[in-house]
């Protein structure tokens, strides 16, 4: 931008970006991509170590919200001790 703007509009962009990152909107924007990112990483760590989930199961991942819960799970599921998706959702 800073070859094509003056400074000074560059300068006044800029600020509307930070604006914007304060925002309760961006904010939630950014959490629930988390959410799903984590939803989806939870899902393809399960499958190769369970095998498929049913809907079930995918339901269950995708009505969590809570992204400490999903990030505790993706730590749950290097447990030896868990054998299928139902001893991974046993919290």
Avoid: C
């Avoid at 079930?56 to 009505?63: D, F």
């Amino acid at each position: 931008m800073g070859l094509r703007y003056a400074d000074e509009l560059v300068i006044q962009l800029l600020e509307g970006v930070q604006t914007m990152r304060e925002s309760t909107t961006y904010q939630a924007i950014l959490r629930e991509g988390r959410i799903t990112g984590e939803q989806q990483i939870l899902l393809r760590q399960g499958t190769k170590r369970f095998g498929d989930p049913d809907a079930a199961t995918v339901t269950a991942i995708e009505a969590i919200q809570d992204i400490d819960r999903l990030e505790a799970l993706g730590e749950r599921i290097l447990n030896p001790d868990l054998h299928d998706w139902n001893d991974l959702l046993r919290m």
